[in-house]
């Protein structure tokens, strides 16, 4: 006699998509380019170096755009866009809150210096 399904069945988890996405539009006809996940963020690789994470859970800091850098690059960088901040838990890399008034023409600033390959922006990832 066969099994009679469950009454209960456990729901599927679904993966919320990242609302900031948008942001690597630019990127998808790059050759260099590449989306991965790192610690609940979407990031964005090109040519081998994590440049920029987007992050929407919400809360501050993990609600806006992260510029990876070291602490050395951090200053020019902000000289020349005030909005961005030293992210306060990843303190070498930089970040602007999605609620910035700025952030939408910040972040598209910041696709245009890592599409030209600005040397300021980009960390080479830890490898396992």
């Known amino acids: ?7 209960f069945e456990p729901k599927a988890r679904v993966r919320r998509q990242n609302s900031l996405l948008w942001v690597f539009d630019r990127f998808e006809l790059d050759p260099g380019y590449l989306r991965s996940r790192m610690f609940g963020c979407e990031t964005a690789y090109m ?3 994590l440049c920029l994470g987007v992050v929407d859970r919400g809360d501050e800091p993990w609600n806006g755009l ?7 690059r951090q200053a020019g960088l902000m000289a020349e866009m005030p909005a ?6 990843l303190g070498k890399w930089l970040y ?18 890592v599409l030209a390959r600005d040397s300021r922006i980009g960390v080479e990832p830890k490898r396992a």
């Open 1 to 7: 006699m066969p099994k009679p399904p469950p009454i």
């Open 96 to 113: 602007i809150s999605q609620n910035d008034p700025a952030f939408e023409e910040s972040a598209a600033r910041l696709v245009e210096w």
């Open 84 to 89: 961005l901040r030293p992210h306060k838990v």
């Open 47 to 49: 040519d081998g170096m």
């Open 66 to 72: 992260l510029v990876c850098t070291s602490r050395e």
